[in-house]
């Protein structure tokens, strides 16, 4: 576990380094906790010679784990200092996966379901949809939000135990942050102890909200990274304990915390009415992220997204394509297990995969850095012919 342990310090002198000067952490979840004094690297180059020295020793047939993640680290660190390579090539380094995408008929084909489970509940479709959902959701003042997602995580704690079989503990903090940035929600952790910050700029709180963000970030993200830091107190694995946006695992993190609510609240009808909206919006982010980096101009994507969503504002769509278009972390591209896909709509593979899938991705090993590979197809060519 020598380079293992190489890379971890390497790791953590770089996270360090990052937080002090104020700009994104590398690490988002520390599944083996130090209690050493960590000395900041001194700059982002030396990192990435350090890391490039590793990569020299490595030996990806004995050594997968440590292989692939310093793969990933080079292809973020590199995207940091200015390298742009092909999309789906740094895609494929950091997340190791193909450049994820679906047809034009399955991402259709998602935006009916959406609006007919909308239409169920009395919304229709238009430029008045989002608005009139949130008022349906049940509106909730930002200082009661944080008990609500508690309140709704143990409601649901119980369940989702159940399904997986992680009896590993976790204690959670919840905080408010007001961030330019894009993300609404955000999980964080060391070990047992669990954080989530609540980004004040972009949250909106409503009943069904708390519902679905326990679920997603605090029973989905945070107690799957205390499940595997108690695998990593338990037993020496070989995989890198620090988890971070831009490494292979996170495919795998987004695909349990989005499909979720599926598993154990189901007879919740808002909340699988969101669930839905939510997934298709995703896709269509998707969509704008393979184009705005594939060639398609500011005009064709902006049409693109008015015509698949219309209650989207200028504003919204022009922070989807700032974000898609400069920022480095692959995690703002909606990377969706293809075995997802089918757990929205089929309950027989729901069930079976709440038997099989979530005990293996939530409690024993991350599956994605043991080498599980997806590609999700979609011809970008193709696409940008059609809008």
């Known amino acids: ?7 971890e310090s390497v790791l953590r002198a770089w996270n360090a380094y990052e937080v002090n000067r104020g700009t994104p952490a590398v690490i988002d979840f520390d599944c083996h906790p130090t209690t050493e004094t960590i000395e900041p690297a001194t700059s982002r180059l030396q990192v990435y010679e350090q890391l490039r020295a590793l990569r020299k020793r490595t030996d990806e047939a004995e050594t ?15 995207s940091l200092l200015g390298e742009r390579p092909p999309f789906a090539e740094y895609i494929r380094a950091t997340q190791g996966c193909g450049a994820a995408g ?8 998602r935006g009916e379901l959406a609006r007919s489970a909308l239409a169920d509940v009395g919304i229709g479709w238009g430029p008045n949809t989002d608005k009139e959902f949130r008022a349906l959701e049940g509106h909730m003042k930002t200082a009661d939000a944080p008990d609500a997602i508690r309140a709704a995580a143990d409601t649901y704690e119980k369940a989702v135990r159940r399904a997986t079989g992680s009896d590993a503990p976790f204690n959670l903090t919840i905080e408010t942050a007001d961030v330019d940035a894009y993300w609404a929600y955000w999980l964080d952790g060391v070990g047992a102890d669990v954080r989530l910050r609540l980004n004040l700029r972009q949250a909106t709180f409503t009943e069904v909200a708390a519902r679905q963000f326990a679920l997603h970030e605090v029973l989905g993200h945070g107690l799957q990274g205390a499940s595997w830091s108690a695998r990593c ?10 988890m971070s946006v831009h490494a292979n695992q996170q495919v795998l993190l987004e695909g349990l915390a989005q499909a979720l609510p599926l598993f154990v609240a189901s007879d919740d009808q808002l909340l699988m009415t969101r669930v839905r909206l939510d997934h298709y919006t995703q896709l269509v982010r998707g969509e704008l992220h393979l184009a705005i980096n594939t060639g398609s101009s500011i005009d064709q994507c902006v049409r693109h997204a008015r015509e698949r969503v219309p ?6 769509i022009s922070d989807f394509l700032t974000d898609r278009g400069s920022n480095p972390q692959p995690a703002l591209l909606p ?19 709440r038997d099989r899938i979530l005990p293996a991705v ?14 999700l ?6 696409w940008r012919e059609r809008i």
Request: hydrophobic letters at 40%; charged letters at 30%; aromatic letters at 10%.
């Open 335 to 353: 990377l969706v297990l293809p075995g997802w896909r089918r757990l929205v709509h089929q309950p027989r593979q729901r069930r079976a995969a």
């Open 362 to 375: 939530l409690l024993p090993e991350p599956i994605w850095p043991r080498g599980t590979r997806s590609h």
């Open 377 to 382: 197809a979609i011809r970008t060519n193709r």
């Open 311 to 316: 209650y989207w504002t200028d504003a919204q």
């Open 102 to 109: 679906w047809s034009d008929e399955y991402v259709r084909e």
């Open 233 to 242: 107190a338990a037993e020496d694995v070989p995989w890198v304990r620090l």
């Open 64 to 78: 997968p784990h440590v292989s692939a993640r310093l793969t990933a680290d080079l292809a973020y660190l590199g």
């Open 1 to 7: 576990m020598k380079l293992r342990d190489e890379l």
